[in-house]
């Protein structure tokens, strides 16, 4: 899946995450500890360290900015509402991603039903209107008009294809291909078994690919 990653575009995310130390989840823990307790800097800082990761992977879930803002808001603050569930014997992350995944997810749903049709367009003017959309620049410093056609022709076609998967595999291809989660991570996220992440991946790329070759000829090989 380079093609994701690497052709014409870059994804302007955070790297793939690095593990945890000892230390790391010692200090997590006592944060989460001191926001049970009621400590609201405690709390701030665990949304200082996850909100532009959360923010990414809402974005790539969704193709929209401003959706994806408020289904992370509305993540955090059910996070807050339930953390004294919370057993610090897990990761924030985790726990925290996987709330905001099932809220994506089902808002898709919810604006398949209400619409029945088709899925709006990556770009869908926003640029005219003001907004910034903050996924994707091109990797060259200098480019031609035709190469911003081109470029803006394959993000389209990407985003169309990621649309069209099913959620379990268009969910593991943004999470892993797109955000740089371990299977490991991810199988902790979606609670199933890593083998189960793996073959949703592998299938997702299958499906993903054939779409895509069939409206981008020439970036494939045969």
């Not at 230390?23 to 709390?43: M, P, V």
Request: proline letters at 4%.
């Amino acid at each position: 899946m380079n093609v994701l990653r690497n052709r014409l575009y870059t994804v302007q995310t955070p790297g793939p995450t690095t593990p945890a130390t000892g230390s790391d989840r010692e200090d997590e823990r006592l944060l989460i500890e001191q926001a049970q307790a009621g400590h609201g800097a405690a709390f701030d800082e665990l949304n200082r360290r996850y909100i532009n990761k959360a923010y990414s992977i809402a974005y790539q879930m969704l193709s929209d900015p401003d959706n994806a803002r408020d289904l992370v808001q509305d993540a955090f603050m059910e996070v807050f509402r339930t953390l004294n569930r919370f057993n610090t014997q897990y990761r924030f992350s985790t726990w925290l991603y996987r709330i905001l995944i099932n809220k994506c997810i089902n808002f898709r749903k919810r604006e398949t039903r209400r619409r029945l049709l088709s899925i709006p367009e990556f770009w869908s003017g926003r640029e005219q209107e003001g907004h910034t959309v903050p996924a994707f620049t091109l990797a060259a410093t200098t480019v031609t008009p035709h190469e911003i056609l081109e470029h803006k022709e394959l993000t389209r076609a990407i985003r169309d294809a990621l649309n069209s998967l099913s959620e379990r595999h268009r969910t593991v291809v943004v999470l892993f291909d797109l955000e740089g989660l371990s299977h490991k991570q991810i199988a902790e996220i979606l609670q199933c078994p890593e083998g189960t992440v793996m073959s949703r991946l592998h299938h997702g790329r299958l499906k993903l690919k054939h779409i895509l070759s069939r409206r981008l000829k020439g970036y494939f090989p045969r």
